[in-house]
T-cell receptor, first 113, second 120 residues
């Protein structure tokens, strides 16, 4: 069985500062994907970043980057130069090659002006 | 990127009536679609997985006769909440995973905008 753990329910960051959201997971599969999705107040799920498990290089998307530690089964998201629009609920998600997605509980990020 | 459209975005109905929610993949073939339910400030709870042309696979605890799912084509899946009651009020989200562009399945899900159901 796959599990995704986001142990922090809430975090707060000052605008323009950097924040790291933690996520750990467990799976017996060797081939899988990891994602961070953002859900703003509109509730539309938005893909933030994606990481293929077979790639050692950490994915980056502009101000967003991940620290993927496969052996430790850790997949944290770093948001640099935080903006007010980054305030949202963030979900860490895992997908096996042919299996359904497993969601973490989510973390609510607030950005202080 | 791929687009998934969900309709209606909001629906209010009387207790005992049935409500249908549609989920369409607009620019790709959705071989697999997922239906989720989300309570306020909580994660998405998978209700069922539907594959085009076959019966949906429901998660444990989800009533098949209550939540009817149909995936008759590669671009459309529907969720019908039958004989709705106030406890069915929730936010329902569909997502689709399919073959895009060169045929690669990236594993990524594309989400609809969600549907807010309120049962009076």
């Amino acid at each position: 069985a796959q599990t995704v753990t986001q142990s922090q329910p809430e975090m707060s960051v000052q605008e323009a500062e950097t924040v790291t959201l933690s996520c750990t997971y467990d799976t017996s599969e060797s081939d899988y994907y990891l994602f961070w999705y953002k859900q703003p107040p509109s509730r539309q799920m938005i893909l933030v970043i994606r990481q293929e498990a077979y790639k050692q290089q950490n994915a980056t998307e502009n101000r967003f980057s991940v620290n993927f530690q496969k052996a430790a089964k850790s997949f944290s998201l770093k948001i640099s130069d935080s903006q007010l629009g980054d305030a949202a609920m963030y979900f860490c998600v895992m997908s096996g090659a042919n299996s359904k997605l497993t969601f973490g509980k989510g973390i609510t990020l607030s950005v202080r002006p | 990127g791929a687009v998934v459209s969900q309709h209606p975005s909001r629906v209010i109905c009387k207790s005992g009536t049935s409500v249908k929610i549609e989920c369409r993949s607009l620019d790709f073939q959705a071989t697999t679609m997922f239906w989720y339910r989300q309570f306020p400030k909580q994660s998405l709870m998978l209700m069922a997985t539907s594959n085009e042309g076959s019966k949906a696979t429901y998660e444990q605890g989800v009533e098949k006769d209550k939540f009817l799912i149909n995936h008759a084509s590669l671009t459309l899946s529907t969720l019908t909440v039958t004989s709705a009651h106030p406890e069915d009020s929730s936010f329902y989200i569909c997502s689709a995973r399919g073959i895009i562009g060169t045929g690669k399945n990236t594993g990524e899900l594309f989400f609809g905008e969600g549907s807010r159901l309120t049962v009076l």
